[in-house]
């Protein structure tokens, strides 16, 4: 059983990594406490995702949160080749 235990805050990142085989492994979080939408939209002719943050609340996209400002961080794109 551990002494103690370290927490740290966010809502979003992403990052992308190199897997077992060389391979792109894109990892993401979101996790938006105030009802906030990470929205992922595949565009297979653009080899790409695209993610965005939607404010219901508001009815618009987010620009940044106190925890985590950079609006970059809530609207950004993944190279993804989308082959069968």
Not at 16 to 35: M, P, Q, S
Not at 37 to 57: C, D, G, H, M, N
């Amino acid at each position: 059983r551990p002494e103690f235990a370290l927490q740290s805050r966010t809502q979003t990142m992403h990052r992308t990594v190199r897997g077992l085989n060389d391979n792109r492994v894109h990892e993401v979080l979101c996790d938006y406490h105030e009802g906030s939408l990470r929205v992922y939209r595949f565009i297979p002719s653009e080899a790409k995702i695209e993610a965005s943050t939607y404010r219901p609340q508001e009815g618009e996209l987010c620009q940044g949160t106190k925890i985590v400002p950079e609006v970059e961080e809530h609207h950004f794109s993944l190279p993804y080749e989308m082959t069968r």
